[in-house]
T-cell receptor
Framework: DTAVSQTPKYLVTQMGNDKSIKCEQN?????MYWYKQDSKKFLKIMFSYNNKELIINETVPNRFSPKSPDKAHLNLHINSLELGDSAVYFC???????????????FGPGTRLTVL | QKEVEQNSGPLSVPEGAIASLNCTYSDRGSQSFFWYRQYSGKSPELIMF????GDKEDGRFTAQLNKASQYVSLLIRDSQPSDSATYLCALTGGGNKLTFGTGTQLKVEL
């Protein structure tokens, strides 16, 4: 029944490691997103894919690489993890109906990444 | 200047009172405005969106938009303890990219 799901929920790892977070949505939406929420609760968009095509790519270190195998999945791979990468990462999805404001984004439960 | 500014709070209101949350933004080209609620340890969920000047009401919630003054607000009537959460203001310039404020923490006290 979960609309947007993410795995894992918690991720604790050492500096320098490579890790991936997976996201899946069963809402039939065309667009998916990755957000980072830091310790001050500031939520900032990182990437967005529409039908497997990258449409938003914010100023994010190239250690972060999103991959969308199909429109229901958007994964985030992070190389050479750093202490500053510790945050909560949220996946979201939306169906752009082309109407102003009518593209509600549904968020997943988040993945809390802790880099030691 | 931040793109979207909110007072971080906490804003404390007694149960049954009206909570007023405010948000200002810098980009006059912003078109759609959203209020998300985020409980501690949970994901954001949409409460309302507004894109025309004026008021929009949905149950106990009213969003107000004034594009000339570049502010958007959220009023919560008859505040309940279950309304205690962080309220995130967000906007788009017409596309899918949401820009969020840092959020206002609301505490509704018994």
């Amino acid at each position: 029944d979960t609309a947007v799901s993410q795995t894992p929920k918690y991720l604790v790892t050492q500096m320098g490691n490579d890790k991936s977070i997976k996201c899946e949505q069963n809402l039939g939406h065309d667009t998916m997103y990755w957000y980072k929420q830091d310790s001050k609760k500031f939520l900032k968009i990182m990437f967005s894919y529409n039908n497997k095509e990258l449409i938003i790519n914010e100023t994010v270190p190239n250690r972060f690489s999103p991959k969308s195998p199909d429109k229901a999945h958007l994964n985030l791979h992070i190389n050479s993890l750093e202490l500053g990468d510790s945050a909560v990462y949220f996946c979201a999805s939306s169906q752009d109906r082309g109407l102003a404001g009518d593209n509600e984004q549904f968020f997943g439960p988040g993945t809390r990444l802790t880099v030691l | 200047q931040k793109e979207v500014e909110q007072n971080s709070g906490p804003l404390s209101v007694p149960e049954g009172a009206i909570a007023s949350l405010n948000c200002t933004y810098s980009d006059r080209g912003s078109q759609s405005f959203f209020w998300y609620r985020q409980y501690s340890g949970k994901s954001p969920e949409l409460i309302m969106f507004i894109y025309s000047n004026g008021d929009k009401e949905d149950g106990r919630f009213t969003a107000q938009l004034n594009k000339a003054s570049q502010y958007v607000s959220l009023l919560i009537r008859d505040s309940q303890p279950s309304d205690s959460a962080t309220y995130l203001c967000a906007l788009t310039g017409g596309g899918n990219k949401l820009t969020f404020g840092t959020g206002t923490q609301l505490k509704v006290e018994l």
